[in-house]
């Protein structure tokens, strides 16, 4: 079975510090990757995604991802963290053939001073 | 604006009552989802619809029901079957195929009185 794994339940980061969230997932083929991020309380928000192409991907808000083959990963990235980025962060997988997404579980990002 | 819709933000359920969540999307998506959110849990995925008048059942269908009579609409019952109702619900909707991208509505929560 498809299944996407999002090791750090918990980070925290120092403002200004740099930001890597981690994302491995299971099967084999190409896959369709996405990151998305939730503020609580709320739904959740696309952030980036990478179908097929350059494997280092631009996202809003200054985030980046890159797709790594040979390790099934697509970590996130952010140089520099702002207070507002806390919240909660998700890593999703699709596959062609008409079935949904699988989500990871989340990691959560706190923010300090 | 195009958007997904949710309502009420939060909804407060009885014993034994079966109550009724709403999902409208004016994107013109094709699938729509329907996901449950527990605290350390991730997305769990309820119900998903590819086209109007058929879906399928997800990962925890059982004590939800769901019907899919109009392109923009996509209704969750929770029924008195499912004995711990309360999360946080999400829809979601794509345009074409299921491993699209997802976009979000902003939620309902669903408490037990």
């Known amino acids: 079975a498809q299944s996407v794994t999002q090791p750090d339940i918990h980070i925290t980061v120092s403002e200004g510090a740099s930001l890597e969230l981690r994302c491995n997932y299971s099967?084999?083929?190409?896959?369709?990757l996405f990151w998305y991020v939730q503020s609580p309380g709320q739904g959740l928000q696309l952030l980036l995604k990478?179908?097929?192409?350059?494997?280092l991907v631009q996202g809003i808000k200054g985030f980046e991802a890159e797709f790594k083959r040979s390790q099934s990963s697509f970590n996130l990235r952010k140089p520099s963290v702002h207070w507002s980025d806390a919240a909660e962060y998700f890593c999703?997988?699709?596959?062609?053939?008409?079935?949904?997404?699988?989500f990871g579980k989340g990691t959560r990002l706190s923010v300090i001073a | 604006d195009g958007g997904i819709t949710q309502s009420p933000k939060y909804l407060f359920r009885k014993e034994g009552q079966n109550v009724t969540l709403s999902c409208e999307q004016n994107?013109?998506?094709?699938?729509m989802y329907w996901y449950r959110q527990d605290p350390g849990q991730g997305l769990r995925l309820i119900y998903y619809?590819?086209?109007?008048?058929?879906?399928q059942k997800g990962d925890i269908a059982e004590g939800y029901s769901v019907s899919r009579e109009k392109k923009e609409s996509f209704p969750l019952t929770v029924t008195s079957a499912q004995k711990n109702p309360t999360a946080f619900y999400l829809c979601?909707?794509?345009?074409?195929?299921?491993?699209?991208?997802?976009?979000f509505g902003p939620g309902t929560r669903l408490l037990v009185l």
């Open positions: 999703a997988v699709g596959y062609s053939g008409n079935t949904p997404l699988v």
């Open positions: 994107l013109n998506h094709d699938a």
């Open positions: 099967y084999g083929a190409t896959p369709y």
């Open positions: 990478y179908f097929s192409g350059d494997t």
């Open positions: 979601a909707s794509s345009y074409g195929q299921t491993q699209e991208t997802q976009y």
């Open positions: 619809s590819q086209i109007v008048n058929d879906f």
